[in-house]
């Protein structure tokens, strides 16, 4: 079980990102050793997995290429999705991998150099696999929000400098 | 040229307003002297509003307001604080809580009626009691008490000519909040001394370690309160102007003659975003109670730690910081901060003169703006350590 405090902060470091110490604790309104023991027990759980950036490649024209590629498979007599799953997450383009409810089972997604580098992950590496029995891929056009950021101009503080 | 309005001619502007000037002009200013949430309405409640004006919901309403809305109030009002009202005859959505205290003084107030104004305060209140022909009677919140209310304070202020008090809690600009347990100290003053109150509960979702309690449900308060409050606030809607009054029908009565002569109704379309921030309440308003209770954790310690003594605010968005030891008076040290370090604070006399030796800082701004501003204010604060300063050369 975790406590209301702990749970505050969890939710404000999946918002915000990386925080020092001191201010998550000022923002908590506890200690700085309060936080580091909450911060330490959920790496040890297992709940805690990280700190990524969340970069706009879009404005640099780095043209790489996403592709969502809707997967249709044969699960596995006692382990289900699971085992081709991981066959498929262990290829690093690889960026998430989801079971799905609906119309197909997983959904991958990769990031790669080319459209050709995506073709040949599909026709080389995904179809090839047993229990993989159809494939439908999707390219990304653009972002325009991922992760709850708008990827299009913020709107700047529409305050005035000063009021009542 | 015959001359205008004796009493409007010698009103003083809004003592803000200078620095609202001042601040303008200037770039790379870091500004907490924003009396607003720095969150945009929630994309529901607006595209609410947009859809009405799609429907073609472009007619008056009511005088009183929707229908609807009055209903969704009336029940927000016993959901949340458990104070009871009937929307056909104890509601009328007003343009903004100001609004809101205009038509509730219009209604009360004979010429000389006397109305014990809690200070600080905000800056419409006095302004507006006396355009309804009340006399201003300010009572002081003690700084050593928090800024809470004391009940001997306000007894000693009663006169005959005594109508009416006026309170709010939690606090526009010391961010003060009182319990059930105080408001009813100062209940019972109404009581005895037969008052009206307008209770000015625009900050009552802003409340974070004391659950909130409206002051119509203290005992005998609801046939003499009027419950004052809107949407700006708690649900990011200040440039919508959307408020409401709930108070017995006796005075609603009188007070719905005054909105219908001067504003007919509130804006259509604006309420029907209000209906939707009422309804949609639970997605929107426990997260940024949340966000702002981070925040001022934050800021009061950080404005303690830069050597600005601040009381801990139980509710609102405001800090409001003693700057006595600096030897300034409230508006030299706001106009120093700012063109010295480009920090906006608003001095604390522009909410009357217990203000005076206090200056009050919004940190309803993000969390980095809040932190560029205790850089800047350290650094600020920096030339009042001289004792300090000269004992550490010493060594």
């Known amino acids: 079980m975790y406590t209301s405090k702990e749970l505050e902060l969890l939710e404000l470091l999946e918002e915000k990102g990386y925080l020092e110490t001191k201010l998550l604790a000022n923002l908590l309104a506890t200690d700085e050793a309060t936080v580091e023991a909450m911060l330490e027990k959920f790496k040890a759980d297992g709940i805690l997995l990280g700190f990524r950036a969340m970069v706009n490649w879009q404005k640099i024209n780095r043209h790489d290429v996403t592709a969502f590629i809707d997967v249709k498979v044969t699960p596995k ?44 992950f599909v026709s080389d590496k995904l179809s090839p696999l047993d229990s993989v029995v159809s494939t439908t891929t999707h390219f990304k056009l653009k972002t325009y929000k991922h992760d709850g950021i708008l990827f299009t101009p913020q709107v700047e503080d529409k305050r005035l400098n000063i009021t009542p | 040229m015959k001359s ?16 609202f000037d001042l601040a303008q002009t200037m770039e790379n200013v870091v500004s907490l002297g924003v009396g607003e949430p720095d969150f945009i309405t929630p994309w529901n409640v607006r595209e609410a509003s947009y859809a009405a004006l799609e429907q073609g919901y472009t007619a008056y309403s009511a005088n009183a307001g929707l229908l609807e809305l009055r209903q969704e109030i009336a029940s927000y009002m016993t959901d949340r604080f458990g104070a009871t009202y009937d929307p056909t005859t104890e509601l009328i959505v007003t343009t903004g809580a100001s609004q809101a205290l205009d038509i509730a003084f219009r209604a009360l107030l004979n010429p000389g009626d006397e109305v014990i104004v809690v200070e600080p305060a905000f800056v419409s209140y006095g302004p507006l009691i006396e355009l309804a022909g009340g006399t201003v009677v300010p009572v002081a919140c003690r700084p050593e008490n928090g800024f809470r209310l004391n009940r001997e304070d306000v007894e000693a202020a009663i006169t005959e000519r005594t109508k009416a008090m006026l309170l709010c809690f939690p606090s526009n600009p010391t961010g003060a909040t009182m319990t059930g347990e105080e408001l009813t100290e100062i209940a019972e003053l109404a ?38 409050n809107g949407f ?164």
């Not at chain 2, 001619?9 to 003592?15: A, C, F, L």
């Not at chain 2, 370690?209 to 309160?225: K, Q, V, W, Y």
């Not at chain 2, 959307?242 to 309420?271: I, S």
């Open chain 2, 232 to 395: 700006s606030k708690a649900f990011a809607m200040t440039g919508w102007r959307l408020g409401f009054t709930c108070a017995p029908e006796v005075v609603t009565r009188e007070m719905l003659k005054v909105h219908q002569y001067g504003m007919m109704c509130a804006p259509t379309l604006v309420q029907f975003g209000g209906l939707e921030a009422l309804r949609s309440r639970d997605q929107h308003v426990p997260k940024m109670v949340k966000s702002y209770r981070q925040r001022r954790n934050y800021f009061i310690q950080a404005l303690n730690d830069a050597g600005l003594p601040t009381h801990v605010p139980g509710g609102a968005f405001y800090a409001f910081p003693s700057i006595r030891h600096t030897g300034l008076t409230s508006e030299e040290f706001a106009e120093r901060l700012l063109l010295e370090e480009r920090v906006a604070v608003v001095p604390g006399n522009a909410f009357g003169a217990s203000g005076e030796g206090f200056v009050r800082a919004s940190y309803a701004t993000s969390v980095e703006q809040l932190q560029e501003a205790i850089r800047r204010i350290d650094r600020f604060m920096k030339q009042f350590e001289v004792t300090t300063t000269m004992t550490d050369s010493q060594r």
């Open chain 1, 77 to 120: 007599r006692g382990r289900g999705f699971d085992e081709v799953a991981e066959r498929i997450y262990r290829f690093p383009e690889v960026t998430a991998l989801y079971l799905m409810s609906g119309a197909y089972d997983l959904q991958v997604v990769i990031r790669a150099h080319s459209l050709q580098d995506v073709a040949s």
């Open chain 2, 4 to 19: 205008l309005s004796q009493q409007v001619v010698s009103m003083k502007p809004s003592g803000i307003r200078r620095f």
């Open chain 2, 191 to 228: 009581t005895k001394h037969d008052l009206w109150v307008v209770s000015d509960e625009i900050y009552a979702e802003l409340s974070y370690d004391e659950p909130f309690t409206s002051f119509a449900t203290l005992h005998d308060m609801r046939e003499r309160t009027i419950v004052v």
